[in-house]
């Protein structure tokens, strides 16, 4: 796959979602956040590294 889902947590206190996300590519990454935008959501990339060639994120989605 292109993006893979490693984990995710929902926090009722600041009511956002944290998703973890590997991808080959961070272009992936950035078209994943402009989709989550798209449908009406906040999505912002908090962290990002580079292991080996895979990219790992952190993205936080949160209610418009």
């Known amino acids: 796959p292109d993006l893979k889902m490693t984990a ?9 979602l944290q998703l973890n996300i590997e991808s080959k590519d961070f272009a992936l990454l950035e078209t994943l956040r402009k989709q989550l935008i798209e449908q009406g959501l906040n999505a912002e990339i908090k962290r990002s590294s580079v292991s080996g060639d895979i990219h790992l994120a952190q993205i936080i989605v949160t209610e418009s």
């Open 8 to 16: 995710f947590r929902y926090t009722q206190n600041n009511r956002n």
